[in-house]
């Protein structure tokens, strides 16, 4: 009984993985359309008056640029 | 206030800041100071029999370990989260006057626990399980701590201007959560002044659990308050100041969320190791053993990644002190994530359980990796916290080679001794008596306890270099103008 709940349980875990990861390297994309490699951005641009990788909607206008 | 450009506001973040700074040197000094004791132990009475008390080994050594996690790290976690947070949300503590209050309450009461801490365990009260040793007044105290933390980030999130959370923020969150839930179930315990109506001290507990319960609870918390005090904070610094002070986007973004996944996913699992032999249920310790080897994944994969994020910029090793100090720590977090497997290993943990080999592991781990990071992170802030330029590079250049070789000599002497001593327990002659005596085991190992003690002494020595560089760059410089861009300017 247990060894089936391990295989089982090693099975789905496997397919999430590999589900997870193709997931990101299919899409390379957000749901908006934005490279997930570009969220580095957000750290190497992060002065205050830097524009967002992805602004919230009604903050955006605050920004200087 | 006229019309002044909105600026990050790092108050609260330099009050946590001088906090870990103050904690390291107490923590570390008690902790050079109990390492001479294991190796000359007339130490425990050097200040004579009266104060034996509060000199010798044992209450001391909880002194160390709460004081450099609890204090050094978590003062470290909560600056570096009150300079990145603010950093990637792109929103400034100065917009909230609420979230200032809460950080600023947040940073007053943890100072009044620390000191509730000190005095309680040097005054011999504890709950007597490892790294939760507080009796209920203090557990009730740090969970409000905690609860404003989590206002904190929860606020400034909500007031962020980037939308999407940076891997950092995610570290953190991570960190709010898996100690909050951890903290909780392993601290439940009774108060017996109340339960017993009136008998006893009414500050003293006893835990709800019972035995084997008990031992199995602690160590999901033990293994995790590694996983969330030791690890994923730590992460959250480096995948902010490595690519910010070497200017380099993360090798993979990709790769750093699904190792988040993994780590997560992972680490609650591995407590059984701490546990192996023992009466725990024979398949709580192998889950801990097989999750805990495949725990070198996601945290290969996140020290991976980080050394891939320097890939054409290998120069800068040579030329930056910080970037050496980032290097090197997520080296020793790859070392000790490769050792701790290993001794997760039940032939291996046969011979590594219960002797030094573990505090080395510890050690290479806390020293390596988390010392490193706050001090690199430090390092990284006072520039810009300060707007100073930092007072001596060369001073830095020195701290790390000094440090480091206080870690060799603390790494290398605990695994001799935890490996001679592994052995010498066990070995018998042909009957099956045993060969030495517990006393032979103490004689051997003294040369490495000296050892040790002089690694810890230079460890410590490099911490007060780095005090000392912070507090002169914050007082002596002259101010720059703006706010620094990546790498950190230094002074000769
Ligand atoms: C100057 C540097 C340090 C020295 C000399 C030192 C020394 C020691 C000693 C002698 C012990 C007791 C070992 C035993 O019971 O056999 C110990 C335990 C411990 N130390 Fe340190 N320490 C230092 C820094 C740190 C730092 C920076 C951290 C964490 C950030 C840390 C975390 C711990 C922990 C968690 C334990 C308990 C280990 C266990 O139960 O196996 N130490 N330390
Ligand atoms: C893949 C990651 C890791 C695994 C699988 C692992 C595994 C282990 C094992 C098997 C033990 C010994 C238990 C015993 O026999 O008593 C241990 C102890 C310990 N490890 Fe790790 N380790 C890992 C990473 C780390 C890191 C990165 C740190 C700290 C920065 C750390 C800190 C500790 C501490 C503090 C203890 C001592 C607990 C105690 O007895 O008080 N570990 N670890």
Redesign the pocket.
Known sequence: MQGYAYVGAMGVLIVVLYAYITHLYTKKKNADGLDYEKYSDMALNDDISDVPVAPVADKSDGKKK | MENRPLEYDYTVAKWFMFAAIALGIVGMTIGVFIAFELAFPSLNLVFGQGLAEYTNFSRLRPLH?DAVAFGFTVSGIFATWYYVGQRVLKVSMAESKFLMFIGKLQFVLYILTVVAIVVSLFMGYTTSK??AEFEWPVDIAIVVIWVLWGVSIFGLIGIRREKSLYISVWYYIATFLGVAMLYLFNNMEIPTYFASGGHGDWFHSVSAYAGTNDATVQWWY??N??AFV??VP?IAMIYYFLPKESGQAIYSYKLSLLSFWGLMFVYLW?GG??L?FSTVPDWIQTM?SV???V??LP?WGSAINMLLTLKGEWQQVASSPLIKFLLLASTF?MF??????V??VKSV?AI???TDW??G??HD??LG??GFMIIASALHMTPRIFKREIYSKGLMTAQFWIQTLGIVFYFTSMWIAGITQGMMWRSHDEYGNLAYSFMDTVNVLHPYYTLRGIGGFLFLTGLFMWAYNIIKSASARPVEESELQSASPMGA
């Not at chain 2, 000790?336 to 497997?341: D, R």
């Open positions: 370990t490892e790294y033990g293994h308050a590694v030791f690890t730590i591995c190791h701490h192996l801990g999750f805990s080897i725990l070198i945290s977090y000790s994530t490769l050792e701790g497997p001794q997760a943990n590594a359980h219960f573990i505090p592991h510890v781990g806390t990796w988390v």
